[in-house]
């Protein structure tokens, strides 16, 4: 007589994280990028002129990191940014889209 309640509560649980994951995401404004700390600075040096979604997946050290922003410069015009803000981009770059993270 047990066994209905516990399934009946299982699948009210699944029913309560569903909707629960999905609001998390939409939660999230800076998505696809990870929400973490520097995320705000990240995505508007760098989800200005493209979305995060050309970079999202790379996973790629500190050194290729501060090559891009070398690069975005270079190549794109993209604007000069101090040393603090160009430190808080490769820090939440490196945290989040290192080699190691997935
Ligand atoms: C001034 C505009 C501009 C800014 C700001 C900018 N980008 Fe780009 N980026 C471009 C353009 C243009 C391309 C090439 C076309 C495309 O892929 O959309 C590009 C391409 C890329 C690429 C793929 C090509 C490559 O050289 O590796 C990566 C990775 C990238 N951007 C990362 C970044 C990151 C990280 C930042 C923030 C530090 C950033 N971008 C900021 C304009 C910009």
Known sequence: MRIPILISRAAAAALLTLPLAAAAEEDNPYAPLPPAEGVETV?????????????????????W???????????HGMWDIDTETREEVL??????????TD
């Open 43 to 63: 995505a508007s040096h760098c989800a200005a002129c493209h979305s995060a979604r050309t970079f999202v997946h790379m996973r790629q050290g500190r050194d």
């Open 65 to 75: 990191w501060d090559d891009t922003i070398d690069r975005m410069k270079r190549d």
């Open 91 to 100: 820090d939440y770059l490196e945290a989040n889209l290192g080699p190691e």
